[in-house]
């Protein structure tokens, strides 16, 4: 435990990347939301998706763990089991970290009435209608799970190379269509969106813990082959 602590210590000895890069990109996305928000001359609740944008960047951050700090750490003798865990660890350290921030710009949404012009850009009903608890794990898991998917795709790509992380993105992105192509041919898409509505934000949440378990198993077996 003292070294996965240890491995903690060295993702965070830059704390830009998990903190303040990302506090910087979400308070930009923020103050250009609602300088939007205030040009749109209707008094109705609007509603936009500019709070993702750190979100998203966890997906770079996923990358830079592996082809950044991975050489560094074997430099200092850390075994790859301890980074590895040490490394997910840190990632859920950070999503939770993010899913606290999103719930109080959510919070002070709701007490200014959206900034003052009615604008919301953490208060998304649809992610919110099963409390603050519900929105902390959407947050907390996309963050989480845009990160597992960079990590993921940096220890394929560090393992294999690149031609093999080209072969496995054009595989799921043919898995994809041809789910798509199955949908569309047995006319599925009906029950294919109810699911998705009835599941709700917190169902489809709960699924992509499943999917970071998943990518997580399979960047573990890969990164046994990573050469730094």
Avoid: C
């Avoid at 979400?26 to 609740?45: R, W």
């Avoid at 959407?138 to 990160?147: K, N, P, R």
């Avoid at 599941?199 to 082959?225: K, P, T």
């Amino acid at each position: 435990m003292r070294r996965t602590l240890n491995v903690i210590r060295l993702q965070l000895i830059n704390r830009q990347t998990f903190i303040w890069v990302p506090l910087i990109i979400l308070g930009s996305a923020v103050v250009i939301s609602v300088l939007i928000y205030a040009m749109i001359p209707v008094d109705t609740p609007k509603y936009g998706g500019g709070g993702q944008a750190p979100l998203w960047y966890f997906f770079a951050i996923g990358i830079s763990a592996m082809t950044l700090t991975f050489p560094f750490s074997q430099a200092m003798s850390i075994t790859r089991r301890d980074f590895f865990f040490g490394t997910l660890l840190t990632a859920i350290l950070g999503s939770a970290f993010m899913g606290v921030v999103f719930l109080i710009g959510g919070g002070i949404e709701m007490l200014t009435d959206g900034y003052g012009v009615n604008g919301y850009v953490f208060y998304l009903p649809w992610l919110w209608e099963a409390g603050p608890g519900g929105a902390f794990i959407v947050y907390f898991t996309l963050a989480l799970f845009l990160f597992v998917v960079g990590f993921t795709g940096a220890t394929i790509y560090k393992s294999w190379g690149p031609t093999a992380l080209t072969i496995v993105g054009v595989g799921l992105a043919l898995i994809l269509v041809g789910l798509a192509f199955l949908a569309t041919r047995l006319e599925l898409w009906d029950e294919v969106w109810t699911g998705i509505l009835d599941a709700g934000a917190v169902g489809l949440a709960l699924w992509g813990l499943v999917g970071v378990v998943v990518l997580s198993a399979v960047s573990f077996l890969a990164f046994r082959r990573a050469t730094p």
